[in-house]
């Protein structure tokens, strides 16, 4: 079917990419894809780790005359670089993923948008925010040499949008986002309460099954 360019197919299939990609332990591996095949666009909704879940320690060092292990934590200035850069490379090896798959040539574009839950510590309550986005084509993006670039530079040279400094968690607007009206759902309705124990759900109408 994926290779016939059935759609779902195609949505199944990059699914697939996604979860075989080899991630940190305490990085999340939640994502959301919508394919539209009018411009084959594919725009994928992507949770991103919050600061609190990457690595913080740097080294760790014997002190014999104490016979104890002495850990170094990276300075909060170090924390929040790593943060920005590791979610810059989060968002261009996801793009770079899905066209390397992408062996129908079923993808013109891509849109990535970069989602974190996190605290808000104003409220003290959880809040979930779109922090980047990136929208860039097959043939724009295959022309730059990933293993050359730098990863924040390489974003902005694609256009993409975010705050200059991500670790802050200011929500931006995301350049396109999934479409939830699709045809294939039906709305609900309330079908338990008016069954008992003598329904035949094999007979049962297809809509009030679903």
Not at 10 to 38: G, Q, R, W
Not at 71 to 85: A, G, H, I, N, V
Request: hydrophobic content about 35%; charged content about 25%; glycine content about 4%.
């Amino acid at each position: 079917a994926y290779l016939k360019g059935d759609s779902d197919a195609i949505v199944d299939y990059c699914e697939l990419v996604l979860m075989n990609s080899t991630y940190h332990n305490a990085f999340p591996k939640d994502f959301d894809i919508n394919y539209v095949p009018d411009g084959r666009t594919l725009i994928i909704d992507y949770l991103l780790p919050n600061p609190e879940q990457l690595p913080t320690l740097q080294s760790v060092r014997y002190v014999q005359t104490r016979d104890e292990l002495v850990e170094k934590e990276l300075s909060e200035r170090e924390k929040s670089t790593l943060y920005d850069s590791v979610l810059y490379q989060i968002c261009l090896r996801t793009i770079h993923e899905m066209f390397e798959a992408d062996v129908i040539d079923a993808l013109e574009m891509v849109t990535f948008n970069g989602w974190v839950n996190s605290i808000d510590l104003g409220t003290g309550k959880e809040t979930s925010g779109c922090i980047l986005s990136l929208q860039t084509t097959k043939s724009e993006f295959i022309d730059i040499d990933l293993a050359r670039v730098e990863p924040k530079s390489c974003f902005k040279t694609l256009k993409g949008i975010g705050s200059s400094k991500l670790h802050s968690l200011a929500p931006v607007a995301p350049l396109a986002n999934i479409q939830r009206d699709d045809a294939r759902f039906v709305p609900s309705r309330n079908i338990k309460e008016n069954l008992d124990d003598s329904e035949n759900i094999a007979a049962m109408d297809w809509e009030d099954f679903e």
